[in-house]
């Protein structure tokens, strides 16, 4: 029903369920499965990795801090934290060309482990997206959401001098909350069969904890599993479960130095791109023989002779070789170190489809020191015995996914009693979860939804208007910027604007004609309008592309034309999604109203990408051979003007910033870098014809210049320091102030 709701819908769904139910299984065999373009995300690192995606602020380029949901400036809201508002990311943290054509591509955005996403985060992505999609109608710009967790474990953090600000948007900070889910509801699926536990008494008591219905023979039964320290000690295979991190640190290093076996040391192998936030494990892991060590991901190679969580002991190191005795079998296996990788996602320059690109790898040995772990780092974990220290839980969830690690009460060990104050759960969880529960029947939910997206499967495969509106920024873009002395190539995109343009009046009768036949369940007749049209505007397109790609083979072998390039690609990839969805849509409709799966190899033809390849070659060796392209020239006719007197232009800028113009209005009105705007602003404070005070804030300026005074360390190092609180731009500016005075 789960994947119904995702292939044959766009509706977004929260897939939710008890600790052990297989969300992550779900979610890796949709991904393998769908016939949707998609992206994966996370809120951590970790996260990421284990879902094999990317985290949401590298992905949405998020600065660090709150989402106000507003459009003003972000200086406006609080001093003692950061925020940042609509205003900032389209203003200081703009996408690039690629980034937007990623998310243009994204059918269906997946964020595992989600109970952890902030719904201001979630406003945020929300923006991203209507932007990128240039959709500002729907939420997340039409793109379908695929939310997996479990809201009873462990939820989203919010400081305090944070939620007195974001209180006034939001009732919480979980993500059901974001202000998007208040335009189009989610649907809600909660997988209910356990794998994890069979014995039933135990499942009782962890789904009493969960809902906050426990009684006071659930907690007896839980206590009767305490145990002294001196009982605690007899017990060799059972890992420790504790709140914080220092806890378990402490235990692991203890129980290591007691062993009498020299330390060896194992350091990973990093290539590429890696950063140090993403690192899996540390770069350098010391173990004896003896240690006990838990393996932290599953076997990659056909064996699959250990998976994420399985306990062991190291046997003996020897010459580099690590041979551990596998618990439970005590089978012997010698390791092999585990590749992660931190990929990003990126378009494809021949197909146009959207792909994953491996930046750097983290290879080292799989595994760590377990006698203790956290309940943060143990989710997603099972085992068999388990020593919980929840004595100090400090949020709410965490007794439940400490206790639900483990398969059977008998494999229950308590260092500390359980009381009732420190099983807290979340009202705001417990009333959106009591709602959702209330929702129509999802064989019913499921119907409604199929004729939703059926309809927009008809609006949106035959029309083109967002062809158009890109087609017309080009011609704005060119007309301002930019013309080509060659009078083929200066016309060229004017006239596929005019044919597209031309067709609108056709393809607007067309999807009528269909909303029609939909409405009367003339489904017969529908398909076959629906096949005749797909033939018809995939001809169309066709000849466009070739139009289009044969204008971007004749650019690409001229200088200066990087913008205009790149504003090519957006249209180049518009053509290729209006032609996949043109390709994709008699399938699609035929299905849903027969009521069979979607299968994503009947789903995905590609014509339309191999068609693609073949023309791009034809364009390529036509440019190649044309006699006007074999100068390294712009192919751009020079605007007259008067030449400027040394110094013009920097006299210029200053004009423009005391106008009061901020620094994008200023790049863009004089076609230059903003960073090229900021080195002028910096040069006119350092000779005094600015004042700093013009373009950044009194209070602003005094916390730099202090900053400054206090530190010794070069800008791009205070900046990195400072977790990018100031720009580089800001720095330096305030440096120039400093130095003038």
């Not at 060659?486 to 597209?500: F, H, N, S, V, Y």
């Amino acid at each position: 029903m789960a994947a119904r709701f995702i292939n044959s819908t766009d509706s977004h769904l929260f897939l939710t369920g008890k600790a052990g139910t297989g969300k992550t299984t779900f979610l890796k065999q949709l991904a393998a499965k769908t016939h949707k373009s998609y992206l994966i995300v996370a809120p951590t690192g970790i996260a990421a990795l284990n879902a094999e995606g990317v985290t949401i602020h590298s992905q949405f380029l998020l600065p660090f801090g709150s989402f106000i949901p507003e459009r003003e400036p972000a200086i406006n809201f609080s001093e003692t934290a950061r925020f940042y508002t609509k205003n900032t990311l389209i203003r200081t943290h703009t996408l690039n060309s690629i980034r937007k054509q990623v998310l243009r591509a994204t059918e269906l955005l997946i964020i595992d482990e989600v109970s952890m996403l902030r719904a201001d985060i979630l406003d945020a992505i929300d923006f991203r997206m209507r932007s990128a999609k240039g959709n500002f109608a729907r939420s997340f710009g039409g793109a379908q959401l695929l939310m997996t967790g479990d809201l009873h474990q462990l939820p989203p953090i919010v400081k305090d001098e944070e939620w007195s600000l974001l209180q006034r948007y939001y009732r919480s900070m979980h993500f059901f909350e974001a202000q998007a889910f208040r335009e189009e509801r989610m649907v809600y699926i909660e997988l209910d069969r356990i794998f994890r536990q069979r014995d039933e008494r135990f499942i009782r008591i962890l789904n009493h904890l969960r809902d906050n219905t426990a009684t006071a023979e659930d907690i007896a039964t839980l206590n009767s599993r305490y145990r002294t320290e001196e009982q605690i000690g007899t017990e060799q295979e059972a890992i420790t479960i504790t709140t914080h991190n220092y806890m378990a640190d402490s235990i692991n290093r203890k129980k290591l130095k007691a062993l009498s076996a020299p330390y060896s040391f194992f350091e990973a192998d990093i290539s590429g791109d890696f950063p140090e936030k993403l690192y899996p494990l540390p770069r350098e892991i010391e173990l004896k023989a003896g240690a006990r060590v838990m393996f932290v991901k599953n076997d990659s190679s056909e064996e699959k002779s250990y998976v994420n969580g399985k306990l062991a002991h190291v046997d003996r190191i020897e010459d580099d070789e690590i041979v551990v005795i596998m618990s439970g079998t005590g089978q012997e296996y010698t390791l092999r170190k585990e590749v992660w990788e931190n990929k990003r996602y990126i378009i494809n320059e021949e197909t146009k489809e959207m792909e994953e690109e491996i930046m750097g790898t983290f290879e080292q040995y799989p595994l760590k020191l377990a006698w203790a772990v956290t309940v943060h780092k143990s989710q997603g974990l099972t085992f068999k015995t388990g020593i919980i220290d929840v004595g100090q839980a400090f949020a709410s969830g965490q007794v439940y996914v400490a206790l639900s690690r483990l398969q059977s009460l008998d494999g229950l060990i308590l260092r500390t009693r359980i009381n009732t104050s420190s099983i807290m759960s979340d009202k705001d969880v417990m009333e959106f979860s009591g709602m959702m529960e209330q929702q129509e029947p999802l064989p019913d939910l499921l119907n409604k939804k199929q004729s939703i997206y059926l309809e927009r499967i008809l609006e949106s495969t035959f029309d083109f208007s967002r062809l158009t509106k890109q087609l017309e920024n080009l011609q704005k873009f060119k007309a301002d910027k930019m013309e080509f002395e060659d009078e083929t190539m200066e016309k060229a995109m004017g006239i596929l604007l005019q044919r597209i343009r031309d067709e609108k009046n056709n393809s607007f009768i067309f999807r009528n004609q269909l909303h029609r036949l939909f409405q009367q369940n003339n489904l017969e007749v529908l398909l076959e309008r629906v096949a005749k049209g797909s033939t018809y505007y995939t001809a169309f397109m066709k000849e466009n592309l070739k139009q289009l790609l044969f204008q971007l083979a004749e650019v690409i072998r001229l200088t200066r034309t990087k913008t205009y390039r790149n504003a090519l690609g957006e249209i180049d990839q518009q053509i290729m999604i209006a032609m996949g969805k043109l390709e994709r849509a008699e399938y699609l409709v035929d299905s849903i109203t027969s009521g069979r799966n979607i299968e994503i190899t009947e789903a995905e033809h590609g014509m339309h990408l191999e068609h693609r390849r073949k023309l791009w070659e034809m364009a390529e060796k036509a440019a190649e051979e044309n006699p006007k392209f074999r100068s390294a020239k712009s192919g751009r006719k020079r605007r007259k003007g008067v030449k400027q007197e040394k110094g013009e232009t920097y006299r210029i800028t200053y004009a423009l910033v005391k106008e009061g113009k901020s620094i994008k209005d200023i790049a863009d009105k004089r076609n230059l870098a903003a960073s090229t705007i900021e080195k002028h602003i910096v040069r006119g404070i350092r000779e005094g014809a600015l004042e700093v005070f013009t373009v950044m804030l009194e209070e602003k300026v005094l916390k730099v210049a202090e900053l400054l005074l206090k530190s010794s360390d070069s800008i791009g190092k205070i900046h990195e320091t400072q977790n990018g609180k100031y720009t580089h731009g800001e720095l330096r500016m305030v440096q120039a102030y400093l130095e003038n005075k």
